[in-house]
């Protein structure tokens, strides 16, 4: 059985607002945060305040025409490396937009978890994330990873994300 009283949590892009929720939630049972070219929302912020240009024209538009979802880019967007890009666009499906336009509530906690790291893609074009690896590049209470891939790790370096996974865990 596992031990469920030592959470090592990790979160992909927009991954970035619910582990931060639930560090909110469970922060005293959380070894370690993982956030994988992910936002790092502040409190009372939404996924409409952070995303690219792109991401939130493709959203508001959708929600002007009463959608529920909007759609999932396609991988060529994030920079996938060619040879998975079909697999992952038949994968894609929309993305939900209730969670975009609702603010996090946050108190700071994510800050003091004991173990936080911040792994940037750096073929992926986000300014965004890159303002976010170079604050925590610079804060010795994180670890940072810059890795040379697009967007997805998971599929364009899967053994290099195990082996920092492993090592932060």
Request: aromatic content about 8%; hydrophobic content about 45%; proline content about 7%.
């Amino acid at each position: 059985m596992e031990n469920l009283d030592s959470i090592v949590l990790a979160g992909h892009s927009y991954g970035g607002f619910p582990v931060s929720g639930a560090i909110e939630q469970i922060f005293e049972r959380i070894a370690s945060v993982v956030f994988l070219d992910a936002f790092l929302p502040e409190d009372g912020q939404k996924t409409l305040d952070l995303a690219s240009d792109f991401a939130r024209n493709s959203m508001l538009e959708a929600i002007a025409k009463g959608e529920i979802g909007s759609p999932a880019p396609a991988a060529a967007r994030f920079a996938v490396n060619e040879r998975d890009q079909a697999w992952v666009d038949a994968m894609l499906t929309p993305q939900p937009l209730g969670a975009s336009t609702q603010t996090i509530k946050l108190s700071g906690l994510r800050e003091r978890v004991a173990k936080k790291s911040y792994i940037r893609a750096a073929k992926y074009p986000q300014p965004r994330f890159d303002a976010y690896f170079r604050a925590k590049r610079a804060d010795p209470s994180w670890r940072t990873y810059e890795v040379p891939c697009g967007h997805d790790v998971m599929i364009d370096m899967p053994e290099r994300l195990a082996e920092i996974l492993l090592e932060v865990a």
